[in-house]
Nanobody
Framework: VQLQASGGGLVQAGGSLSLSCAAS????????IGWFRQAPGKEREFVTA????????LYADSVKGRFTISLDNAKNTVYLRMNSLKPEDTAVYYC???????????????????WGQGTLVTVSS
């Protein structure tokens, strides 16, 4: 599976940005797609995830109410809409696919099998 993330850039605090992640290659009967981020000098952290049926979404408390994840199965693309951005949202954002997992593993970084290359989001104050 290849994941191609795009949409990062520079935005002022309070602004919005949308990321997308297109998947290609092998397909799976069930999976979860997540977004993670890694700020300079910090560990990679969970942001949000969605199941392939789009029946379950999960958000980190730090982004809840500001970020929205969505999935277009027909296009094999997951989107991340980010509103009310804060300087602390500055990070490289990665999309990832988890196969065979469940609801309890949606936040777990090392349960994700495939990763995109990351796209940089910079929020200026």
């Amino acid at each position: 599976v290849q994941l191609q993330a795009s949409g990062g850039g520079l935005v002022q605090a309070g602004g919005s940005l949308s990321l997308s992640c297109a998947a290609s290659g092998r397909t799976f009967s069930s999976y979860t797609i997540g977004w993670f981020r890694q700020a300079p000098g910090k560990e990679r952290e969970f942001v949000t995830a969605i199941t392939w049926r789009r029946d379950t979404t999960l958000y980190a408390d730090s982004v809840k109410g500001r970020f929205t994840i969505s999935l277009d199965n027909a296009k094999n693309t997951v989107y991340l809409r980010m509103n009310s951005l804060k300087p602390e949202d500055t990070a490289v954002y990665y999309c990832a696919v988890q196969t065979g997992g469940g609801l309890t593993t949606m936040r777990v970084l090392n349960r994700y099998d495939y990763w995109g290359q990351g796209t940089l989001v910079t929020v200026s104050s």
